[in-house]
């Protein structure tokens, strides 16, 4: 599976310690299936690592970078994520966090559920749909808009201050609210997101499947849609429906997150990566990654490399 290799990949990495991923085992006090705590620390401390288990992040008080698979962000207070299974992530306090006369804390709020906690749950019971539908989204992350944060904070602290069956209804009350939301970012690439992809229909599966095995060369569009059995313009109209973007802003944003993952390798130059990540041109590629990644491609190594590693 993509995101298996991939998570090999990074999890391989030995040029910087800090950067290895860590696989995390969370724990559930007395078998709970949804685990909720308040923290307050100097910075976050945990390291770039994935759980198989759904999280829910909302920050109270802080800021820093957030960097969830391939994507790095500023985040403030107020910050809600929510993290599908097994996705690599971590947080990290800003620099004024770890001087030594700091007197300024990290106050955050972490949610984890298990990643069985809707299994056949949508098969006997169709209102858990639209959430089974969120969760499927949560694969590349997803952050909500500060409205939604701040509509969804009393029900937050609802669920770290229950116990019981109180904390799972207080849970299922988060997951329909930010459900029935399109006020929301998904974060990572679409390298990450195609275990989605087992539930949408066997056209667009096979198309995207195509994709996946041939981004890295050229694709020609007269081709791909015969994949799908559409003439080229009908397959525009049917590929921009399901997708939300161009074939060719897809194939991008492919490519785009393979070169990130080829930069944290850091065992290329980026001219080197820009042919290898299936561009012809460095200048279209910096272009590409500075509007996908918000960086350009040595400003996203140095961020992702500087300083020791805050995170949770």
Same mark, same amino acid.
């Given at each position: 599976m993509v995101l298996f290799l991939h998570l090999l990949q990074i999890h391989e990495l030995r040029r910087d310690a800090a950067m290895k991923l860590m696989h995390e085992q969370i724990s559930f006090p007395g078998q709970s299936i949804v685990n909720a705590k308040l923290k307050n620390r100097p910075h976050f401390t945990f390291p770039w690592h994935f759980h198989s288990e759904y999280e829910i992040m909302y920050v109270i008080d802080g800021s820093g970078s957030r960097f969830v698979g391939d994507n790095i962000e500023s985040f403030s207070s107020g910050d809600l994520v929510l993290l599908g299974s097994n996705l690599p992530h971590f947080w990290k306090s800003d620099e004024s966090y770890h001087r030594t006369e700091s007197n300024k804390n990290i106050e955050y709020v972490v949610i984890h559920f298990s990643n069985t906690f809707f299994d056949n749950a949508v098969s006997e019971f169709p209102e858990f749909q639209l959430v089974m539908d969120m969760l499927q989204r949560s694969s590349r992350g997803m952050c909500f808009s500060p409205e939604i944060s701040k509509q969804a904070e009393a029900t937050v602290f609802s669920i770290v201050n229950s116990k019981g069956l109180d904390r799972i209804i207080h849970t299922l009350e988060l997951l329909q609210f930010l459900s029935n939301t399109e006020d929301y970012r998904l974060l990572a690439g679409e390298l990450y997101q195609f275990e989605l992809h087992k539930y949408i229909d066997d056209r667009f599966s096979k198309v995207l499947h195509y994709l996946n095995s041939s981004y890295l060369k050229k694709v020609e569009l007269k081709e791909v849609a015969g994949i799908a059995n559409l003439h080229p313009s009908a397959f525009c109209r049917y590929f921009?429906?399901?997708?939300?973007?161009?074939?060719?802003?897809?194939?991008?944003? =492919?490519? @785009?997150?393979?070169?990130?993952? =080829?930069? @944290?390798?850091?065992k290329m130059s980026i001219s080197q990566i820009c042919f290898e990540s299936g561009f012809n041109n460095l200048s279209n590629f910096n272009r590409s990654f500075k509007r996908q990644t918000g960086f350009t491609p040595s400003a996203y190594f140095h961020e992702y490399n500087k300083h020791n590693v805050e995170a949770i």
């Open positions: 921009k429906e399901k997708s939300s973007k161009s074939l060719s802003e897809f194939v991008n944003d =492919l490519r @785009i997150s393979y070169a990130c993952r =080829l930069i @944290i390798e850091g």
